[in-house]
């Protein structure tokens, strides 16, 4: 998937409130359920065939479990209509789920769900920028989580189903709220390879501007800057996105889940700043490439100048010495015309000389 270009009229704009309408670029991908349920001591996973294998069930008091249902494609309104009424999901809620272009938030309805929206961000296949957001969002409830991410993209959900089948951590004997922070964690995680990516390139740059070995043009640079903009702007809003979770008091999300939201929400102002300076060493890398080459510049011109300089005379001589005047007494001197090299020798010499004197050479 590329970038979103914001710039394409959106297919959502004057239509009713509530209307499922995908908004985003064009997938071929078929929509994708997984459910996944589990407890301390039980797990299973299954792909659903049918919506049927969807319908949430009546968890036994005598062993409760957490449901799980992960959605890889958003851009069948039919099947975001469905799941809607399996799980009673408010029409708004819907809207921003199929709404790629949505911004972080997090909102709670008064049907007793949690709806969070974020961007998973991609590293370009090339390895080398071309950063791109996926649009992921969840839904909490009592004892189930309802993920929705934009298309499969190796899904960045493995590990926390990894650990899931391996009953590894907490997760298994926590409930869904742990879940959904697992599922945030992984993705906030994941930013920081992008840090690592963006200060790898940073560094290549920085020793090429120093010293004076940047040949390529300052459209690497301005790239650069575009994808850290571009990431900061989809991490940004996460900062009162958490803050505003936690201060919630929402009764889905225990006490002791908290503080491991909290620390979510650490990394994420980590990440924020050390964007913030990512881009003051990038304003400052490209301020340096430009003065490099203004100094350049400058050095280029000084040569020319002294060179004019010194032919000026050189040039004055010779014009005098080129005009055809027959009573110019130099041209009948037996040794004019080495005389003239002499001159022409001695003045170069000198200006040489005074060029070095004054500190120009």
């Keep these: 998937m590329a970038r979103p270009n914001h710039r394409k009229h959106r297919k959502n704009l004057l239509t ?13 991908i078929k929509t994708v359920i997984k459910r996944i349920e589990y407890n301390d001591s039980f797990y299973q996973e299954e792909v659903a065939s049918t919506m049927e294998v969807c319908i949430p069930k009546k968890v036994p008091t005598d062993q409760p479990y957490i449901t799980w249902l992960n959605v890889t494609g958003i851009h069948e309104p039919q099947v975001m209509e469905q799941i809607g009424k399996l799980y009673q999901l408010h029409p708004l809620l819907l809207e ?3 709404n790629s272009y949505q911004k972080p938030k997090v909102e709670a309805y008064e049907d007793g769900h949690l709806f969070i929206t974020m961007k998973m961000l991609h590293l370009g296949k090339t390895g080398a920028g071309g950063i791109w957001g996926e649009h992921v969002s969840f839904v909490l409830g009592k004892d189930y989580l309802v993920s929705f991410q934009e298309q499969q993209s190796g899904d960045v959900f493995t590990p926390v189903i990894d650990r899931l089948k391996g009953s590894v951590g907490k997760t298994r004997r926590s409930g869904s709220d742990y879940l959904l922070y697992a599922l945030m964690d992984v993705i906030v995680d994941n930013y920081f390879l992008l840090l690592e990516n963006f200060s790898d390139q940073l560094d290549q740059m920085e020793d090429q501007v120093i010293n004076g070995r940047h040949s390529q043009s300052l459209g690497d640079l301005y790239d650069l800057k575009r994808e850290l903009t571009y990431t900061r702007r989809l991490i940004w809003p996460l900062r009162d996105m958490l803050t505003q979770l936690v201060r919630a008091d929402d009764p889905l999300v225990s006490k002791r889940v908290f503080p491991y939201m909290r620390d979510v929400n650490d990394h994420v102002m980590q990440i924020i700043e050390n964007l913030d300076a990512y881009r003051e060493l ?8 430009l003065s490099t080459i203004s100094n350049r510049m400058n050095e280029v011109m000084k040569t020319l100048t002294i060179f004019s300089a010194i032919f000026m005379p050189i040039t004055f001589i010779v014009g005098v010495y080129g005009m055809n005047f027959d009573n110019m007494p130099e041209l009948h001197e037996r040794y004019g015309y080495y005389t003239t090299w002499a001159a022409m020798a001695l003045v170069t010499l000198g200006m040489l000389l005074y060029f070095r004197w004054k500190k120009w050479l």
């Design 16 to 28: 009713s409130p509530g209307t499922l309408t995908y908004v985003g670029e064009k997938t071929n």
């Design 96 to 98: 921003d789920v199929m």
């Design 282 to 289: 990038l304003a400052s890398l490209v301020d340096v490439h």
